[in-house]
């Protein structure tokens, strides 16, 4: 492949394997393609073999078989190169205690072969990049969990890679330092072109950041698509409206009935439609309920979500899913381990 | 050496050596614990100066040798810890990630053990002065009796990282300690080895290499230059450490799977 054509190249997975001696099969056999400059969000439970994947692509795990290409490059054959074109923040912000985040990026700007006069200049600017200026000359065992995963970021990005793998960058985050973290990946996908590889838990981080979404459950992509997409697969949204006077319940039910097909309410006094014509009848409704004259207390509109899509896919939710293949994670992250 | 090994190992070494400094719970018993030993061995058996044969009428400087092997012994445990923690922590990962070549990691994590051998060194030496050991070789002699003692930690400290890169667990590697320490007690510590009248006692410390490390010791401590004692002592830390290296880059070509 000519380099020109490699500095466009993303990700490309094919028929990826990876079997632990005594262990499960954590990945089965997946596929998929992720454009230069798209972030690709891998979402699935605890478990479910996305840490495994990103593992391989980032050369740190042999696949038992298939092939995948990282930057153009066989992630087997020419694993020195793929590291070379990736930069990766792995599940836990692996960082050391008694060094400052300063003394962090002098040691990580150095081994990636940045010459001596440019490593302060970069360290100081992603670590002003990633608002860590004012502690970067702390040791990061004082760093609350959001400053560690900012300078893992930072970290990961010393040597301008065109690939970024983040593996559950936000997990125990609070709401905050979440926002702030997606803010810069968005920013480096819109205006440095890199191609982002994220994985997560949490769907509202897919929801917001990821061009596309591949949901892995089992060790196998079982959807893949935009959020927009995956989505629409699984239907219309539900308009529920609940009444001030308890009794009107079935004045409700019967105002929403053309609207569509009766959906189970959440609320023990509500009625639920599902919007054959989708959200844009939304004003409709409430016109019908006005034209009624009924009072109403709570009118919500539930529009499908990526929970719903893995709940279509796979016949559990996504929470549960979570809890449930908790031990199974941690079993893979020993049999990795070991 | 390359620039960009020469670099990486720089780096590792700065970092060892920070982690090290910064870590009074590393260097304070390193120190601390044998000084004590060599205060209670000397005060109790001073009385084998008497002995005949024994080489010196002082039990303190034929003691002093002990503290050295002591601090090496340390090595093993810190050395050792800190890379098992990289390794927990997944800090190896991270460095793995980078273009480094495995004789930079393993260099540059023996660094710390350089800056703890010379720590301990020089402080065991001047307690032991102050105390009234002698040191029959003059300031040259205590030159190399330091030279000694961090060749000595660093290849001490190679088992330590093998058993990190083996395990991947801080606690195994501190399980290690006492057994290391067996190594000491079955040596001539506390008599020279023409003196241990036990048969089996005698054939063990005989055959273990610790004791000629001793000896390598207390020949400039006790009678001045032998250079036979002394070119025996460095050729045992020297192949110490080269098995100790050998199997420590064969466990970290298995830990680092990088493809």
Partial sequence: MADESRERAGIEVEGLVREFKNGPRAVDGIDLRVAPGEIYGFLGPNGAGKSTTVLMLTTLLPPTAGTARVGGFDIVGEGGRVRGAIGAALQEAALDPLLTGREHMRLQTALHGLPKAERSERSTELLARVGLSEAADRKVGGYSGGMKRRLDLALALVHRPRILFLDEPTTGLDIQSRTALWDEVARLASAEGVTVFLTTQYLEEADALADRVGIIDHGRIVAEGTPAELKAEIGRPTVEAVPRDPGDQDRVARALRPFGEETRASHRTGASVRLEGGESQLADVVRALDAERIAIEQLQLHAPSLDDVFLAKTGRSLEGAGEEEAEAGSEEMEALRA | ?259
């Fill in chain 2, 1 to 259: 050496m390359s620039a960009a090994l020469r670099t990486q190992v720089g780096q590792l070494a700065r970092r060892s050596v920070l982690r090290t400094l910064r870590q009074p719970a590393q260097i304070v018993p390193a120190l601390v614990f044998p000084l004590f030993l060599l205060a209670v061995n000397s005060g109790g058996l001073k009385d084998a100066t008497s002995l005949p044969g024994f080489p010196t009428s002082s039990y303190l400087t034929f003691a002093l040798a002990v503290p050295f092997m002591q601090g090496a012994l340390f090595s093993v445990m810190n050395a050792g810890t800190d890379l098992a923690r990289d390794i927990e922590t997944g800090f190896l990962n991270r460095l793995a990630l980078t273009p480094l070549r495995g004789a930079a990691l393993l260099s540059g994590l023996l660094a710390g053990a350089v800056v703890l051998g010379l720590i301990q060194a020089v402080t065991y030496l001047a307690v032991g002065l102050i105390a009234g050991a002698e040191l029959a070789a003059g300031v040259p002699g205590a030159v190399v009796i330091v030279a000694l003692a961090v060749t000595t930690t660093v290849a001490f400290g190679t088992f330590g990282l093998f058993a990190a890169l083996r395990t991947g667990s801080g606690e195994a590697v501190q399980s290690l300690f006492p057994v290391f320490f067996v190594f000491l007690f079955l040596s001539s510590m506390a008599l020279p080895l023409d003196l241990i009248q036990t048969g089996w006692f005698h054939a063990v410390a005989s055959a273990n290499p610790v004791s000629y490390l001793l000896a390598a010791y207390r020949s400039l401590l006790i009678e001045g230059w032998d250079l036979g004692a002394l070119a025996l002592g460095f050729a045992i830390a020297a192949a110490v450490l080269a098995v100790g290296m050998f199997a420590a880059s064969a466990a970290l070509k298995t830990r680092l799977v990088r493809t």
